[in-house]
């Protein structure tokens, strides 16, 4: 089992940054993929970058590319999200995500097993 822990949310005004950090403990040997999506009131779960382990690919939504950036400590098993130049847009909760394998699109939520509980980023304008 794998269990995710997000922090680093917060309100900020629009062009600001934050860094999400997201912790994993367990069988992390066996997460070979992890990702960040975030979810807005009413919308569905949007990805928004994932990273893997092996060779270290990186893969960003367009809406978030230049802006953000996705990274990895595999001393600590943490996976980080900087944000810069945050949009009000932005506004949601941030998940992180891990998945047993590499199968299924790294860009559809179905395709991670494990998930974090979330941590809330509202932009403001």
């Known amino acids: 089992q794998v269990q995710l822990v997000e922090s680093g949310g917060g309100l900020v005004q629009a062009g600001g940054s934050l860094r999400l950090s997201c912790a994993a403990s367990?069988?992390?040997?066996?997460?070979?993929?992890m990702g960040w999506f975030r979810q807005a009131p009413g919308k569905e779960r949007e990805f928004v970058a994932v990273i893997f382990w092996s060779g270290g690919s990186i893969y960003y939504a367009d809406s978030v590319k230049g802006r953000f950036t996705i990274s990895r400590d595999n001393a600590k098993n943490t996976v980080y999200l900087q944000m810069n130049s945050l949009k009000p847009e932005d506004t949601a909760v941030y998940y992180c995500?891990?998945?047993?394998?590499?199968?299924?699109?790294?860009?559809?939520?179905?395709?991670?097993?494990?998930w974090g509980q979330g941590t809330q980023v509202t932009v403001s304008s």
């Open positions: 995500a891990a998945s047993k394998g590499i199968s299924g699109s790294d860009y559809y939520y179905r395709s991670y097993d494990y």
């Open positions: 367990g069988r992390t040997f066996s997460s070979p993929r």
